[in-house]
């Protein structure tokens, strides 16, 4: 046992311009590990395979318990959370690569703004226009809503489902499924429901709601088990209506 190795075959690219290789790295084993944390193993010691010492691999996490979505990357090929991802599961070498459907910044670590900006073009907040004791007033929401809302709310915008959604890519103007899915859950609630119209309107065109082609590999890596594809197919029927509301009452 005491001479079991960690082996990482990390695809490796020092700015957004250059041109990505591969790095291998060995690392003594001790049970327990995450990739974040063997990561930080190797941040270090920084030694590759050809036992060379080399600039440390750059990757991007915070929380440490699948909460923060910074983590994310391609490990043995699958986009999932570095924290969540257990050595002792994982097929060696373990082979870590960059989310490829966003801005690469350095090695592991990429720029997940646009999905950011995507749940402001889709007002994904519940309005509050008071400090009041909002909670005193607020419409009563059955214990059964509360429950399919938690899940849809556990969102950590971590990119997983737009990485395997084929629709979602550089050339594509889609908005991706994740923040489809928060519009279905703002529409839902009692308050955020006084912009459905406005976050309709936001998916109802180019590079919205109809850009979804079911390939349905969003729910298969959601760290969450969100079920998104209910909701855009709610979704579809909301916007359905919406469309027809807007042909006849206006
Ligand atoms: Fe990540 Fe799931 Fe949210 Fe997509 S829906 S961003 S996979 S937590």
């Known amino acids: 046992m005491a001479d079991k190795e960690i082996h990482f075959k990390i695809k490796r690219q020092d700015d957004p311009n ?33 036992g060379r010492k080399v600039e440390p691999v750059v990757w991007d996490s915070n929380c440490m318990e699948e909460v923060c979505g910074a983590c994310s990357m391609l490990i043995n090929g699958t986009p999932r959370q570095a924290c969540a991802a257990l050595i002792d599961d994982l ?40 400090s009041w004791d909002i909670h005193r007033h607020a419409p009563l929401i059955s214990s059964g809503e509360q429950s399919i809302r938690y899940i849809f709310s556990r969102c950590m915008t971590c990119g997983c489902c737009m990485e395997a959604c084929p629709q979602y890519h550089k050339d594509s103007t889609f908005i991706g499924p994740a923040p489809l899915g928060q519009v279905s859950l703002h529409n839902s609630h009692p308050t955020g429901k006084y ?8 998916i109802m065109g180019d590079g919205g709601i109809t850009d979804c082609g079911n390939a349905q590999n969003c729910i298969q890596v959601c760290p969450k088990d969100i079920p998104l594809t209910d909701a855009i197919a709610r979704l579809g029927r909301q916007t359905t209506a919406q469309w027809l509301r807007d042909l006849f009452v206006k």
């Open 18 to 50: 250059a041109e990505a290789y591969w790095e291998e790295f060995k690392m003594p084993y001790s049970p327990g590990h995450n990739v974040v944390s063997a990561l930080m193993y190797l941040r270090e010691h920084p030694v590759n395979t050809e």
């Open 91 to 130: 097929e060696q070498p373990v082979v870590l690569e960059p989310l490829t459907k966003f801005p690469l910044v350095r090695d592991l670590m990429v720029d997940r703004q646009k999905m950011f900006d995507a749940l402001l073009k889709v007002k994904a907040w519940v309005p509050v226009d008071g």
């Open 195 to 202: 912009f459905n119209e406005e976050r309709l309107h936001a």
